[in-house]
């Protein structure tokens, strides 16, 4: 991919881009210390965005991705239910849910180690973690248990995919309000969810999944406080 680093969604300390193949952790890890999540949005040198206010449903925190050399690279705020992964029993189906996804835009650069060279984060790689997002809480219901992986890797390839190719076919324009502004996003839509990803004047990409919930009447704007998300 020309600039998007395949990013894993994870809440430890990681070097991105992930190896081909590599499956997206579940956006939300069950167990994770309240305090321990907030200690890693706290160390992001960008603004988080979430849903604004006309959003008056439950907020949660997910994960944030950090680089070997500490680094916050992107991280994630959740909206609405917290998603289960859909299933044969069909209760995801009542899911109402939106992620959305800060990715801090930076240029080409070193590794942490100092070994290599990461790519340009750009609104592809917000598309990308937005993708593979959404797939993380996915599972046909009529897909056997054994083959999920085998299911995961050829969806999460096809997700890669896309994120790279922002203005093919799979896409269309919405614009929705990022503090206020309209802002230009790249949209599509999916058996399993939506997906859009778009850039902002505060110097990060967004990208957003969900389920249940419509897109088209969402806004974002800054968080001004983490505590809203963390109770």
Known sequence: METTSRLAAQGTVSDSPAPDGQRPLAAAQAGTPPRRAVDGYLRATFPWYGLDEAFTG?????????????TVQHGATGHGDEPSIRSEAGC??????????????SPVRGSGDGTGVLDATTVSSAAWLAGSGLLAHTWPGQLDHSLRDDWLDQQTETAFELADD???????VLSLPV???PTSFH???????WVLAGSTRAGVHIGAYGRGMSAYGLGFSAVQDLGAYAS
């Open 58 to 70: 439950p907020r949660w925190l997910m994960q944030v991705g950090i680089a070997a050399d500490g």
């Open 92 to 105: 995801a189906e009542r899911e109402r849910f939106a992620a959305v996804i800060t990715v801090a835009a």
């Open 166 to 172: 922002l203005h093919g076919p799979a896409w269309s």
């Open 179 to 181: 503090d206020g502004v």
């Open 187 to 193: 949209y599509r839509e999916s058996d399993f969810g």
